[in-house]
Each structure stands twice: as C-alpha cells, then as structure tokens.
C-alpha cells in the first residue's frame, strides 16, 4: 500500500509555538511523532530556533521533511496571492532564491530529503512567463539537488491538469507534487479525488487538511476540521492508495482556534481510513 505507515506528520507553522520547546510541547499534545518543519525560520532566525533540531531529536520526534516560505507572499485574497505568490513575482526573486540556497544548506545538513513550497500561479498556456518561471523553479530545484534534496509544489493555484502539463514540460523528474486536497477546493481548482489521479505519478507527499468551498466566485473557500469538509476523505485516501510512489501523510492546519484539538481530530480521521 503506497501510504505509508510512518509516523504521520504535523506541519510545525500549524501549531503556532514561538520557540522549539513550545513545538515540542505542542507537537507532544497532538499526540503525532513526527513534523514537517518550516525551515524559514530556522535561517532567518538562528537565535530562536537553530536549536530547534536537537529538540526535537532529544523529544523522539523525527523531521519528516521541510517547508520553504517564498518571500513577499500574501494570502489576503486571490487575488493579492496570485500577485505575490511564489517565485513568479520580480521584485521578490533575488531574495526568494538566496532565502532557498540557505535552505536547502540547513536541509542537507540534516539529512532533509524533501522540500514544499508553492510555486506561484503557473500560466496555463506557454510563453515568456512560463518559461521564465520554469528557469526559477529549475534554478531553485538545482539548489536542493546539490544538497541532495528534492522539491515539491503545493497544489492549488491551478487546476491538476495544467501543474501536471508544467511538470512534464519543466523536465526534471526529481520535482514533484505536494498534494493538498483543500487547496485545490479553497482555489476552486477542481475535485480533489480527480485531482490525485491526474497528477498520480508525481505525488511526494499528502497534506491532510480539509475545506469547504466558497459561494462567491472568486474568493477564498473555507478551512474546516479536517473530516468535515467537501473532500470525500475514504475516497480520496483510496485514491492516494493507488499513487505509484510511497507517500507520506503530514496534517496541516491553518486557522481555527483549536489547533491541537483539530490536529488530533484530523490523526484520528487518518487511523480509520489508513488502515
């Protein structure tokens, strides 16, 4: 079976600590053994969270893989991310790309083997945008691949047929997708069940996090507890069941109150379905 038996994950920027010790603590109350680590912080502010690796080995909680945060993005609207988002935009490329060789140092260094970060909204059609926003991402994949550390983007800012055309245009195998079912719903970009089977072959990774859609075009769906939202969870782990590669399953959260309580949650959801 595909998915894997590992550990599941928690995204550490779900949880909202200020220091390791804190995502210690939290992480140890979701009752998960492993995170996806936002590494952002940890090169751009040492003095708080260089640590954050010996913590959480000295906790047992293991790094299953990293986040980088592009810079410059904002997710106020669609319209604001689909702007900012990314390695698309010029005025924030030159910091974006030193931020990811810093990055994919750390992620060498500590034996991270896979990176996600959104790519930014891909043109569907080809021209000079697109092929200028495949030269960033394949700049930004030979950085990681020099530490020995894949990339994977976010899905969501386009439908799953257009990122699986990129992805074979762009050429480079060792790139892949982040699948996130509630992105593709709270971007209106289509049934994440058929999203999976379109972009199968090159999923790295699973978020488990879970949306239900907007009612104006246009604007932003809604981030729910993961199991009561509009993805049909037996059918889309079915789905991932299938997916060629072994993948591994990581909750993210990001908004709510009750983060730990919905982290907890979305684990138990995951037990009944995963088997």
């Not at 669609?78 to 790309?97: E, N, Q």
């Not at 790519?119 to 697109?130: D, K, L, N, Q």
């Not at 996130?180 to 999923?203: E, Q, S, T």
Request: charged share 20%; net charge negative; aromatic share 6%.
């Amino acid at each position: 079976m595909p998915i894997s038996h590992a550990p599941v994950a928690v995204c550490s920027w779900s949880l909202q600590a200020k220091s390791p010790a804190e995502l210690v603590e939290r992480v140890r109350a979701t009752g998960a053994r492993a995170v996806q680590l936002a590494l952002t912080p940890v090169v751009e502010n040492p003095s708080v969270w260089g640590s954050v690796f010996d913590a959480l080995s000295a906790a047992g909680i293991e790094v299953a893989s990293g986040m980088l945060e592009t810079v410059g993005e904002d997710y106020s609207t669609l319209d604001t991310i689909r702007a900012t988002g990314g390695v698309v935009p010029d005025a924030t490329w030159s910091a974006t790309r030193e931020r990811a060789e810093r990055v994919a140092r750390v992620a060498g260094e500590r034996g991270i083997s896979l990176v996600t970060f959104h790519a930014g909204f891909i043109p569907h059609e080809p021209g000079a945008e697109r092929e200028k926003l495949f030269g960033r991402l394949r700049e930004i994949a030979g950085l990681f691949g020099a530490h020995r550390c894949r990339i994977a983007f976010e899905t969501g800012q386009e439908s799953a047929e257009t990122l699986a055309h990129a992805l074979d245009a762009l050429g480079d195998g060792t790139v892949g997708v982040n699948f996130d079912p509630a992105n593709m719903i709270l971007y209106g970009m289509g049934d994440p069940v058929a999203a999976v089977r379109a972009l199968a072959p090159r999923i790295m990774q699973v978020h488990v996090k879970d949306a239900a859609p907007t009612a104006v075009a246009g604007t932003w769906g809604s981030e729910v507890r993961a199991g009561t939202g509009a993805v049909d969870w037996r059918a889309f782990f079915a789905e991932v069941a299938k997916v060629p590669a072994t993948v591994r399953l990581a909750v993210e959260r990001e908004a709510g109150d009750d983060r730990v309580g919905d982290i907890q949650a979305a684990l138990a959801m995951i037990a009944t379905h995963r088997g």
